[in-house]
């Protein structure tokens, strides 16, 4: 069992940068991928990036280059690092990992969310 514990949240000015972090404790696998999703009012849950276990980056093609990911399999700790915040960046972000089960199916864990809010 895997739990994913977020922090780092809070209310931003516009223009402003934070960095998100995310803990995961229990039975991990520091080869799982891990990544960000964000769920601003009123829509649906997306993507915002994902690192592998080896550290490579892949980000949603939306985001202008404005959020960074970066992991420590150290500390089982992923981050999302996030510059020029805009109010439509404010969300809820949502911390996930995901594994594969040997016959393929995916197996996602979430952590419990944490608000970011931008004012302009």
Request: hydrophobic letters at 35%; proline letters at 0%; aromatic letters at 12%.
């Given at each position: 069992q895997v739990h994913l514990v977020e922090s780092g949240g809070g209310?931003?000015?516009?223009?402003?940068?934070?960095?998100?972090s995310c803990v995961a404790s229990g039975v991990v696998s520091s080869i799982n991928p891990m990544g960000w999703y964000r769920q601003a009012p009123g829509k649906e849950r997306e993507w915002v990036a994902s690192i592998t276990g080896g550290g490579i980056p892949d980000y949603a093609a939306s985001l202008e280059g404005r959020f960074t990911i970066?992991?420590?399999?150290?500390?089982?700790?992923?981050y999302l690092q996030i510059s020029s915040l805009k109010p439509e960046d404010?969300?809820?972000?949502?911390c996930?990992?995901?594994s594969f089960a040997p016959w393929g199916t995916r197996s996602?864990?979430?952590g419990q969310g944490i608000q970011v809010?931008?004012?302009s």
């Open positions: 209310l931003v000015q516009a223009g402003g940068s934070l960095r998100l970066s992991r420590d399999r150290d500390k089982n700790t992923v404010t969300a809820v972000y949502y996930n990992m995901y996602d864990t979430w809010t931008v004012s």
